[in-house]
């Protein structure tokens, strides 16, 4: 019966203890939240991005989401065109110049 017990213990031990190692190996190469100083130019450049989206595609705004792509911050726009497809774009955070433009696959 002891050995039952000691036995149960230890696969436990073991199974949590690889849980938390998988949960924490999922966390490291998590990026942070971008720090916004100043509002009002966060913003100003944001729309400056959609606004030179909306120039090369026409259509419809689907998403503007902030993300960290190939170490800069970027917004990343989604505009369904009104031929029907959709574009995703990449404008710089800082600078709200276009980094990437391409037919979105998926």
């Not at 939240?33 to 991005?49: F, G, P, S, T, Y």
């Not at 606004?51 to 917004?75: Q, S, T, Y």
Request: glycine share 6%; charged share 30%.
């Amino acid at each position: 019966m002891k050995k039952s017990i000691v036995l149960l213990i230890a696969v436990v031990s073991f199974v949590l203890g690889g849980l938390a190692l998988h949960y924490k190996s999922g966390y490291e190469g998590r990026e942070q939240r971008l720090q916004v100083l100043d509002a009002e130019a966060h913003n100003k450049n944001m729309n400056a991005c959609v606004a030179k989206a909306f120039e090369k595609h026409p259509g419809a705004l689907m998403e503007v989401e902030l993300e960290k792509e190939d170490g800069r911050w970027v917004f990343d726009i989604d505009i369904q065109a009104k031929d029907g497809k959709t574009w995703d774009i990449e404008c710089d955070v800082n600078t709200a110049e276009i980094v990437e433009d391409s037919i979105d696959r998926d």
